[in-house]
């Protein structure tokens, strides 16, 4: 990971002095002309002032300071061209009139004034000038600087009985990448797949069964392979009874009033229970107690609020530190079910995201691997 960030950092450095060059190259040009534009005048550095160069704008019918009273006879006031009178631009040979002061004040506040005594000289000029591009340098150099060591954010659809053990890896990850941002959304991987399909923005989709992956990859949806992070394991879950001595024919038991699991329909886990319960024969005796999660995170929730006595739920949470406390679990034999084989795609919208492919190369890393096996994610072979 430090070979990575330092090739970032390589690749960042010279882009970033690059473009602080060009910026800084434009933005003393546009300071040049923005100071003139304020001062109202294209004033030579070595000419004689004169009342028609100074005071006199684009057009007469703005009225503009006299910047010195050469050739004018009026100490300091506003000045415009008696033949234009503001219908025409102000022609050379046309004479120059004071306004009277007490004419002055409807048009021109304080701010104009001063704005007028910073420029009435060409060395006053040139300072502003100076300042103004300097100011104008500073600020863009510190918007370059952070455009180009913006974070970058990658957003990732995880399937729900990843939620304790992603969010640790996401957490020891960000110890490389402190400034990256780093989302999980977590539901069912039945419903993220279908929104991957219609151009959700996920960059990284961790399904539950690895058939759906493999799916949006046949599809042309994945910028990667499908990748296998582990194998999950159905558990009954309870907080209120004695779990780890459960088996599913308890589940007859008519004190037990209500069974969460997950949506067969479209949840990974919701399916591997409803295959455990019914190749042990009990599927058609608690069929009527079932309630369904939207996902097998949700189901958890249904037995923690008390909405169900018990729960068919992934062993992952119940190894989380907030189950743990609350209830034992009984793990399912998997030869009951299907495998619970689960598997990630780096999408195609992140095929150029660096960000999404240093996170998928990181669930490989040793760090990764020991939190998902302390969650009970074996891989293939490996599972009991």
Not at 74 to 103: D, K, M, T, V, Y
Not at 137 to 149: D, E, K, M, S
Request: positive net charge; hydrophobic residues 45%; aromatic residues 6%.
């Amino acid at each position: 990971m430090n070979r990575t960030a330092s090739l970032k950092n390589n690749i960042k450095e010279p882009l970033i002095k690059s473009s602080m060059s060009r910026v800084a190259g434009k933005i003393v040009m546009i300071a040049r002309s923005v100071t003139k534009v304020v001062a109202g005048t294209t004033m030579p550095r070595s000419a004689t002032p004169r009342a028609h160069d100074l005071a006199v704008p684009r057009n007469c019918a703005a009225l503009r300071f006299a910047a010195t009273r050469k050739g004018t006879g009026f100490a300091g006031g506003l000045l415009r061209c008696a033949p234009c009178e503001g219908r025409q631009p102000f022609a050379a040979s046309h004479a120059l009139h004071p306004i009277p002061q007490n004419q002055v004040r409807g048009h021109v506040g304080l701010n104009q004034r001063f704005l007028n005594h910073l420029t009435d000289t060409p060395i006053k000029m040139r300072a502003v000038s100076r300042f103004a591009a300097r100011m104008l340098i500073l600020v863009c150099l510190l918007v370059v600087g952070q455009t180009a060591y913006a974070s970058e954010k990658i957003t990732i659809a995880a399937a729900a009985d990843l939620k304790f053990a992603l969010d640790e890896i996401i957490a020891l990850f960000k110890k490389a990448h402190p400034a990256d941002q780093i989302e999980a959304i977590y539901g069912s991987s039945g419903n993220f797949q279908t929104q991957t399909r219609q151009g959700a923005p996920y960059d990284i989709y961790f399904s539950a069964d690895i058939a759906y992956p493999h799916a949006l990859k046949a599809e042309g949806l994945s910028s990667t392979e499908v990748q296998t992070y582990g194998v999950g394991r159905i558990v009954l879950w309870s907080p209120s009874r004695d779990a780890g001595k459960m088996t599913l024919n308890d589940l007859a038991d008519p004190t037990i009033r209500k069974i969460a699991i997950a949506n067969p329909k479209h949840a990974p886990y919701g399916k591997r229970a409803e295959e455990a319960l019914k190749a042990a024969g009990v599927w058609e005796k608690i069929q009527s107690k079932l309630v369904y999660g939207e996902n097998v995170a949700q189901a958890a929730q249904f037995v923690q609020t008390g909405n169900a006595q018990v729960g068919i739920i992934a062993l992952s949470l119940a190894l989380s530190p907030e189950l743990a406390e609350q209830g034992g679990y009984a793990l399912i034999p998997d030869k009951l079910h299907q495998p619970l084989e689960q598997g990630f795609i780096v999408t195609r919208r992140a095929a150029d995201n660096p960000l999404a492919q240093a996170f998928a190369r990181f669930m490989a890393d040793k760090e990764a691997r020991a939190v998902m096996t302390r969650y009970g994610f074996g891989l293939p072979g490996e599972a009991k």
